[in-house]
Nanobody, 129 residues
Framework: QIQLVESGGGLVQAGESLRLSCAAS????????VGWFRQAPGKEREFVAS????????FYADSVKGRFTVSRDNAKNTVYLQMNSLEPEDLAVYYC??????????????????????WGQGTQVTVSS
């Protein structure tokens, strides 16, 4: 059973950066798709980014494209979300999620939550204007 722990959230001003980490224990992330989702107050959870396991291809929501970058370090069993030029609209709890082994998201990007079997507890990101 894989456990995921997010870290790196915090309070920043608009225009600043944060890097979120998703560290796994109990099993490897290296053969799984990892997605990042967020949920703002009063809103539904939404897809932010994902990264495939084979080619480490990143997929992004339009709202973060060009500002956020997803990456993975298989040696550390960790996936990162680098968030630059943060905006007040990015305020949310950010969750990472991992798929089953060998899931193929190379065409679809796995934008939906149903593609993932394991979820972290989330980390709060607050952006002040």
């Amino acid at each position: 059973q894989i456990q995921l722990v997010e870290s790196g959230g915090g309070l920043v001003q608009a225009g600043e950066s944060l890097r979120l980490s998703c560290a796994a224990s109990g099993a490897t992330l290296s053969r799984r798709v990892v997605g990042w989702f967020r949920q703002a107050p009063g809103k539904e959870r939404e897809f932010v980014a994902s990264i495939t396991w084979r080619a480490a291809t990143g997929f992004y929501a339009d709202s973060v494209k060009g500002r956020f970058t997803v990456s993975r370090d298989n040696a550390k069993n960790t996936v990162y979300l680098q968030m630059n030029s943060l905006e007040p609209e990015d305020l949310a709890v950010y969750y990472c999620a991992a798929s089953e082994l060998y899931k193929d998201c190379s065409d679809s990007g796995c934008y939906d939550g149903w593609s993932y079997d394991y979820w972290g507890q989330g980390t709060q990101v607050t952006v002040s204007s």
